[in-house]
């Protein structure tokens, strides 16, 4: 006896029937009877009832089956796909097997699932299948500060193994590198210092950490220094990276301008490499003043003039698109300030006691902050109580010269790479500056960061940089899925793992996916184990949320 079931379609609509069918053999010629039509059955009690006819045989099983209980268990598919991607990446082969190593991939999971602190991450593995698919015995918050300990002390080891795992390096010819910084709440941090603050974050001590990856994008090195370090300043310890411990020959550094000034040209010029930067507006003024390149040249889709003399290409253009963003940028600030001015006189005509002093003042600071005050300016009468709005044409005429111009400055031969080649080496920084998007404060989150020790700090980002080398393979993987990263992760979260309980032996299954994670999987080559093993171990934080934490985190859900 057996279930008989098949689809088939008839016109645009497809049907389903199950039939109970009995096979016997007459005349040495196998024949079936059907028994009953099971077609308006549920597709559980189908299943159900094909499970009880393959265990036909064995009554006693298919009573303790009967008698089990099935009971939720871990969050499965997010550990599970990200192992496996991560050993595709050649990251868990970099790190090795040893606990430390599997922790600190633990704790690089942890960043893409729920980003936080070490305990944050150990209250998490309580959740998730960590211990079952990576391999972990019993762990609390003290071993995650450990394994950051370990990591920082093993990290040029682990970058030189992934180095060598990217095919692309070893042929490879370009390398990005740029700067950013995180500031802190607090002031305990050993690298933290006061400095040049991007996050516009006055009174804030801040570390500055530099990315250097190929020239697609994907990170090679990160590596974190005191909080006043200038950007400039960074650049010594990539070059001798990618010389002595990468042993890169006929490199080309790429860097914005702010980066790669001439001190650094010298240096990079002694290490035998070339570079690709570019120049600020001043210097743009200049070379036009003095001939070296034409304003008419600009409005050209690509121009390159070689200066003999210096032995510098240089590569220009003009970009339409951002001409527009510009002029309506600058036209908004311009317009906003004529309607304070109204609004100024307003209010000084219906106020008499009121300056038209103070109101100037205010207006002066708006239009400096605002940078445009060398075409825009407000005068005062005091006896009329009025302000006057004033436009200088002739200024702005030339402060429009060279909207969306942009000098791309390169001591490349001609022979090892066209202009257009340059010009898209420079233009993929755009992937750093979005990998430090994604890693500050977008996805990621490094900031803030939970540790005070320099080692730890520098540890903490190298676990943000491999979690970002992850996030990017994923983006990759699904770009024309219409999700995010982050979304397709929570997606995994719905695979989960179920206790099954019958008699006295307890089997750990996995459900199966549904059908938009068979679609996450695919694209990554992921697939999900069918059941899990028993694990044992202890995962508990030493330190307890007070009272005050818990009512955030309740409020907050």
């Not at 008839?10 to 077609?39: F, M, P, Q």
């Not at 009967?66 to 550990?79: L, S």
């Not at 253009?317 to 311009?334: A, F, H, Q, T, Y």
């Not at 200024?395 to 090892?416: N, Q, S, W």
Request: hydrophobic share 35%.
């Amino acid at each position: 006896m057996y279930v008989d079931t098949c689809k088939y379609k008839r016109g645009e609509k497809i049907y389903k029937r199950s039939l109970l069918r009995h096979g016997y053999r007459e005349d040495g010629k196998v024949k079936h009877k059907t028994i009953a039509n099971l077609s308006h059955f549920s597709d559980v009690e189908i299943e159900s009832l094909k499970i009880a006819l393959s265990m036909k045989n064995d009554i006693a099983a298919l009573k303790k089956l009967a008698n089990g209980q099935v009971v939720g268990d871990k969050v499965v598919g997010p550990v599970a796909a990200l192992y496996q991607v991560a050993n595709e990446l050649g990251v868990t082969k970099a790190l090795g097997q040893t606990k430390p190593a599997r922790l600190v991939l633990w704790l690089i999971f942890a960043r893409l699932i729920d980003q936080g602190s070490r305990p944050s991450a150990v209250r998490l593995a309580q959740t998730h299948a960590a211990c079952e698919i990576l391999g972990l015995e019993s762990f609390n918050e003290d071993d995650m500060y450990k394994a950051l300990d370990w990591l920082d002390k093993n990290q040029e080891k682990i970058e030189q193994r992934l180095f060598e795992h990217c095919p692309n390096n070893k042929t490879g010819n370009f390398f990005l590198y740029d700067v950013t910084s995180s500031y802190f709440e607090g002031d305990k941090n050993e690298l933290a210092t006061y400095g040049y603050n991007r996050d516009k974050k006055k009174g804030k001590k801040q570390v500055v950490y530099g990315l250097l990856s190929d020239e697609n994008g994907e990170p090679v090195s990160i590596e974190a220094f005191d909080g006043n370090t200038k950007d400039n300043k960074t650049l010594h310890n990539q070059l001798s990276k990618l010389k002595d411990r990468f042993n890169c020959k006929h490199i080309t550094i790429v860097g914005d301008k702010g980066m790669i000034k001439s001190a650094q040209i010298d240096e990079i010029k002694e290490s035998e490499f070339c570079y690709i930067t570019t120049i600020t507006k001043p210097q743009i003024r200049e070379l036009l003043r003095i001939g070296t390149i034409q304003f008419e040249l600009f409005e050209s889709d690509l121009c390159e003039i070689f200066d003999a003399e210096k032995n510098i290409r240089y590569i220009f253009r003009r970009n339409p698109l951002r001409v527009k963003e510009i002029k309506e940028n600058r036209d908004s600030k311009i317009e906003s300030i004529k309607n304070r001015v109204k609004a100024a006189n307003i209010y000084l005509e219906n106020h008499k006691r009121a300056k038209a002093q103070t109101q100037f003042k205010d207006l002066s600071a708006r239009i400096k902050k605002y940078k445009i005050h060398k075409f825009v300016s407000v005068e005062a009468d005091e006896a009329a109580r009025e302000l006057t709005f004033h436009l200088d044409e002739e200024a702005l005429e030339t402060a429009c010269k060279l909207d969306g111009c942009y000098v791309i400055k390169t001591d490349m031969p001609k022979e090892d790479a066209k202009k257009e080649l340059i010009h898209d080496r420079y233009k993929a920084l755009a992937e750093v500056e979005w990998s430090f998007r994604t890693s500050k404060t977008g996805y990621l989150e490094a900031r803030p960061i939970f540790v005070c020790k320099s080692n730890r700090t520098r540890a903490h980002l190298f676990v943000v940089m491999l979690a970002y080398k992850i996030e990017k393979h994923l983006r990759n993987a699904w770009s024309d899925l219409n999700l995010t990263v982050e979304e397709g992760v929570k997606s995994l979260s719905t695979i989960t793992s179920v206790i099954v309980t019958i008699g006295d032996e307890e089997i750990i299954r996995v459900v199966k996916p549904n059908k938009r994670n068979c679609e996450l999987l695919g694209r990554i080559n992921a697939m999900m184990p069918e059941a899990l093993p028993c694990s044992q171990s202890v995962v508990a934080t030493r330190k307890k949320l007070d009272n005050s934490r818990k009512k955030r985190t309740t409020m907050g859900t």
